[in-house]
């Protein structure tokens, strides 16, 4: 069965930390521009980080650079994000997305594999 598998969400306090790890069972992740992408409550899905799948292209959406740190390791076939300071605002679904592209990295949802998504609770 092709899929992603997130992990690494739950509670976490303004300015903690958490690492994000999404894994690809079934494929081989190297072959895919991958991203992070959350759903807030009430809000629409946003791209919130991605990368190229030679890691060396990384975008990230305003809110979060200097805190979230996208990366990956394809000898793993897992992608990762780190992320720091965090804040009420980051509370969320996460997401992981591959799409197989020539170059570069997508934010936007036009992906080929989604995963289920975990939750990130940042609250006092």
């Known amino acids: 069965q092709l899929q992603l598998v997130e992990s690494g969400g739950g509670l976490v306090q303004p300015g903690g930390s958490l690492r994000l790890s999404c894994a690809a069972e079934?494929?081989?992740?190297?072959?895919?521009?991958t991203g992070w992408f959350r759903q807030a409550p009430g809000k629409e899905r946003e791209g919130v980080s991605c990368?190229?799948?030679?890691?060396?292209?990384?975008k990230y959406i305003e809110s979060v650079k200097g805190r979230f740190t996208i990366s990956r390791d394809n000898a793993k076939n897992t992608m990762y994000l780190q992320m720091n300071s965090l804040q009420p605002e980051d509370t969320g679904v996460y997401y992981c997305?591959?799409?197989?592209?020539?170059?570069?990295?997508?934010?936007?949802?036009?992906?080929?594999?989604w995963g289920r998504g975990t939750l990130v609770t940042v609250s006092s």
């Open positions: 997305g591959a799409v197989s592209i020539s170059s570069g990295c997508l934010l936007g949802n036009g992906m080929d594999y």
């Open positions: 079934g494929f081989t992740l190297y072959e895919y521009a």
């Open positions: 990368i190229s799948s030679n890691g060396r292209i990384r």
